[in-house]
């Protein structure tokens, strides 16, 4: 079992950074991958960046060369920077015990908001 708690969000204009925390808790001897994912109103959670044990990061298009992903044994970052307006959404982290790029990964943190204002 893994829990995992998300810190960082907030309100930012555009053209500023964020940086995203999250820290995983339980069986982290466990865990393969590690990602971000989004959720925007009345959209379809979405992957942000993933990483895989053994991989390099895997990105979202739409975040590629602006946001970067790393981690620290038990904790995971998100580095945004040149926030855009579309990048406003709920960010969760998420974990897994398979090497694995999913959509539905087992475990989910409560996720924080991330509002970028024009």
């Known amino acids: 079992q893994v829990q995992l708690v998300e810190s960082g969000g907030g309100l930012v204009q555009a053209g500023g950074s964020l940086r995203l925390s999250c820290t995983a808790s339980g069986t982290i001897s466990s865990i393969n991958t590690m990602g971000w994912y989004r959720q925007a109103p009345g959209e379809q959670r979405e992957m942000v960046a993933v990483?895989?044990?053994?991989?390099s990061p895997l990105y979202a298009g739409s975040v590629k060369g602006r946001f970067t992903v790393s981690r620290v044994n038990a904790n995971l970052y998100l580095q945004m920077n040149s926030l855009k307006p579309e990048d406003t959404a709920v960010y969760y982290c998420a974990a897994d015990d398979r090497r694995i790029l999913t959509s539905t990964p087992k475990s989910w943190g409560q996720g924080t908001q991330v509002v970028v204002s024009s």
């Open positions: 990483i895989i044990n053994g991989g």
